[in-house]
């Protein structure tokens, strides 16, 4: 069975640049896997950032991108900010209508 | 604006079913939509467990397709979650939420999530 892989925690400091992954255990992630992610902060519900790779969803800071990295999809931050402190989960379309989502990245900003 | 509340027991006993459900409210369930349940254990990752469209096709993950039935009541403008033969595995948050029919787009509306717990 295919899994997906996150890191587990990254840190970055305020102001500075984070890349965070979201790759399979089999295989490499495409366009195909309409990769998307979100932002969960503790007690609340996900909120959705990026879509279809690269997609902004409405009001998200542009400070926020994504894209195709290698064999991984890759989330993004440039100049990170002390509110992005969160849980980063990715989403993969695995065919058949089936969805699954990564073991997610707990970012801390310090 | 499209607004998801889960309600459900709160407690429930292993070998029991879980049962939770979503109502849609500020807009239609019989859309070109899929209505989904996702699922997050304390202190851990999300976990999509299945969803449904209004016509009641549904698509479930693999590992709990034996468990599990997602259903839809469009005259209440809700759809539901069985689980069967829970344990405290299956101790989680219990999120409802959307997405398009369209792959390309997201997950875009979440509840606020329900909390249940497996214990005797």
């Known amino acids: 069975q295919t899994v997906v892989t996150q890191e587990p925690s990254f840190s970055v400091s305020p102001g500075g640049t984070v890349t965070?992954?979201?790759?399979?255990?089999?295989?490499?992630v495409s366009t195909s896997y309409y990769p998307s992610w979100y932002q969960q902060t503790p007690g609340q519900a996900p909120r959705t950032l990026i879509y279809n790779t690269n997609i902004r969803s409405s009001g998200v800071p542009h400070r926020f991108s994504g894209s195709i990295l290698g064999?991984?999809?890759?989330?993004?931050?440039?100049?990170?900010?002390?509110?992005?402190?969160?849980?980063y989960?990715?989403?993969?379309?695995?065919?058949?209508?089936?969805?699954?989502?990564?073991?997610?990245?707990?970012?801390?900003?310090? | 604006q499209l607004q998801l509340q889960e309600s459900g027991p709160g407690l429930v006993k292993p070998s029991e079913t879980l049962s939770v459900t979503c109502t849609v409210s500020g807009g239609s369930i019989i859309t070109s939509y899929y209505w989904d349940w996702i699922r997050q254990p304390p202190g851990k990752g999300?976990?999509?467990?299945?969803?449904?469209?209004?016509?009641?096709?549904?698509?479930?993950n693999p590992s709990l397709k034996s468990r599990v039935t997602i259903y839809v009541d469009t005259s209440k403008k809700q759809f539901s979650l069985k689980l069967s033969s829970v344990t405290a595995a299956d101790t989680a948050v219990y999120y409802c939420a959307r997405h398009w029919l369209d792959r390309s787009k997201p997950f875009d509306y979440w509840g606020q999530g329900t909390l249940v717990t497996v214990s005797s």
């Open chain 1, 20 to 28: 965070l992954t979201c790759g399979l255990t089999s295989g490499s």
């Open chain 1, 71 to 87: 064999n991984k999809a890759a989330l993004t931050i440039t100049g990170a900010q002390a509110d992005d402190e969160s849980a």
């Open chain 1, 89 to 110: 989960y990715c989403a993969l379309y695995m065919g058949s209508d089936i969805w699954v989502f990564g073991g997610g990245t707990k970012l801390t900003v310090l």
């Open chain 2, 46 to 60: 999300l976990e999509w467990i299945g969803s449904v469209h209004y016509s009641g096709s549904t698509y479930y």
